[in-house]
């Protein structure tokens, strides 16, 4: 009775085994689950025992697929169960019969879920593939001190396979309160924009952007900056990437007072210049990342006037949807109405609540 019950076990554990994905490590170590994707340098596959493993596609012996899988082999894709044979792989295709080609021929490896999401990215739907988050600081005093402040950002950004889509918006205000105080109103300020990035190759992209601000202490009652060009992901992985950017842009500023009002009383000027920058992000960990962005516009109408922007900041993540963040900015203005000073600094602190969609 008891072997009767064993062998029944055994032909129930091993009918478990054939319906499920395996990985023979070249050390003769066995992983058994379901394979989920693999960029031809690694292989992800899901186990019951410890979740996702990840291990180096070079160490891997042998791999056998019970389910289909989406291959991708030197520019051909095949779909179905896989195994492998010595140095070839193996893929029971439905409509093309076998497939067999060598190993070091796989560039790409998904299951079902993991197609489902990459043809998806090639063509999201414009409410889909949004991340970012909403940042918030405030801060109040009284007593020898009377002083409000308020810092609101908001940052979204929209992937694609090939292109992103990028929205951001800041506001920074703050008074002083005390009877007599001059100013009354310390910081007013408010900006944001948008840029769109497309590859033109794997390094090599095209980007449009409009950039607006206001910023009431330095009379500015309106910067529009309409420019493009080409930027270079000098570093692209999952956990930092640099992009490099150069292009040019039309620039058209209104002010409240005159710029030079012992020789005219004009308020509005309008200029060509270039646009050179970087954007820089940093993963640190599970729960950090750092962000920084420099941008240099060198007045193509009147040379040796320029304008600049610096932005640096970190984001904590508390929990899901939590995170502290701090942040720096400085704007620069070579050429300001008289009687304004040309750096605007910006040092905040807050929560952040991020979204992903």
Same mark, same amino acid.
């Given at each position: 009775?008891?072997?009767?019950?064993?062998?029944?076990?055994?032909?129930?554990?091993?009918?478990?085994?054939?319906?499920?994905?395996?990985?023979?490590?070249?050390?003769? &170590?066995?992983? =058994?689950?379901?394979?989920?994707?693999?960029?031809?340098? =690694?292989?992800?596959?899901?186990?019951?025992? #410890?979740? &996702?493993?990840?291990?180096?596609?070079?160490?891997?012996?042998?791999?056998?697929?019970?389910?289909?899988?989406?291959?991708?082999? &030197?520019?051909?894709?095949?779909?179905?169960?896989?195994?492998?044979?010595?140095? &070839?792989?193996?893929?029971?295709?439905?409509?093309?019969?076998?497939?067999?080609?060598?190993?070091?021929?796989? =560039?790409?490896?998904?299951?079902?879920?993991?197609?489902? #999401? !990459?043809?998806?990215?090639?063509?999201?739907?414009?409410?889909?593939?949004?991340?970012?988050?909403?940042?918030?600081?405030?801060?109040?005093?009284?007593?020898?001190?009377?002083?409000?402040?308020?810092?609101? #950002? *908001?940052?979204?950004?929209?992937?694609?396979?090939?292109?992103?889509?990028?929205?951001?918006?800041?506001?920074?205000?703050?008074?002083?309160?005390?009877?007599?105080?001059?100013?009354?109103?310390?910081?007013?300020?408010?900006?944001?924009?948008?840029?769109?990035?497309?590859?033109?190759?794997?390094?090599?992209?095209?980007?449009?952007?409009?950039?607006?601000? !206001?910023?009431?202490?330095?009379?500015?009652?309106?910067?529009?900056?309409?420019?493009?060009?080409?930027?270079?992901?000098?570093?692209?992985?999952?956990?930092?990437?640099?992009?490099?950017?150069?292009?040019?842009?039309?620039?058209?500023?209104?002010?409240?007072?005159?710029?030079?009002?012992?020789?005219?009383?004009?308020?509005?000027?309008?200029?060509?210049?270039?646009?050179?920058?970087?954007?820089?992000?940093?993963?640190?960990?599970?729960?950090?990342?750092?962000?920084?962005?420099?941008? *240099?516009?060198?007045?193509?109408?009147?040379?040796?006037? !320029?304008?600049?922007?610096?932005? *640096?900041?970190?984001?904590?993540?508390?929990?899901?949807?939590?995170?502290?963040?701090?942040?720096?900015?400085?704007?620069?203005?070579?050429a300001p109405p008289e009687g304004k000073k040309k750096n605007d600094l910006m040092l905040s602190t807050g929560?952040?609540?991020s979204f992903t969609r």
């Amino acid at each position: 009775m008891r072997s009767w019950i064993a062998g029944i076990l055994f032909l129930f554990m091993s009918a478990i085994a054939i319906r499920a994905d395996q990985i023979i490590l070249k050390n003769g &170590d066995r992983l =058994t689950g379901s394979i989920t994707k693999s960029d031809g340098k =690694t292989l992800v596959i899901k186990t019951d025992y #410890a979740g &996702d493993v990840t291990v180096k596609f070079d160490a891997i012996q042998d791999m056998f697929s019970a389910g289909e899988l989406h291959v991708e082999l &030197d520019g051909k894709t095949a779909q179905g169960p896989i195994s492998t044979k010595g140095d &070839d792989v193996i893929v029971a295709t439905k409509t093309a019969g076998t497939v067999e080609a060598p190993r070091s021929s796989i =560039t790409t490896v998904r299951n079902q879920a993991e197609q489902s #999401a !990459y043809e998806k990215a090639l063509h999201p739907r414009w409410g889909e593939g949004w991340s970012g988050g909403i940042n918030l600081g405030f801060a109040v005093t009284r007593g020898n001190s009377e002083t409000k402040n308020l810092n609101v #950002a *908001f940052t979204a950004v929209r992937k694609g396979f090939q292109d992103k889509l990028g929205l951001y918006a800041n506001s920074i205000f703050a008074t002083n309160d005390l009877p007599g105080a001059t100013p009354h109103t310390t910081a007013n300020s408010i900006g944001g924009g948008t840029r769109y990035d497309r590859d033109i190759h794997h390094r090599l992209f095209g980007f449009v952007n409009a950039d607006f601000f !206001y910023d009431e202490l330095q009379s500015l009652d309106l910067r529009s900056i309409i420019g493009g060009g080409l930027g270079w992901h000098a570093v692209k992985r999952e956990t930092s990437t640099l992009d490099l950017l150069s292009g040019a842009n039309y620039t058209h500023e209104s002010y409240s007072q005159p710029f030079h009002p012992e020789i005219s009383d004009a308020k509005t000027r309008s200029l060509a210049a270039a646009t050179l920058g970087d954007e820089f992000m940093q993963k640190i960990g599970a729960g950090t990342v750092i962000r920084q962005s420099l941008y *240099f516009y060198p007045d193509l109408s009147n040379t040796g006037e !320029y304008r600049g922007t610096f932005n *640096f900041g970190t984001v904590t993540r508390i929990n899901k949807w939590l995170g502290w963040q701090n942040s720096f900015g400085d704007v620069y203005v070579s050429a300001p109405p008289e009687g304004k000073k040309k750096n605007d600094l910006m040092l905040s602190t807050g929560l952040s609540f991020s979204f992903t969609r």
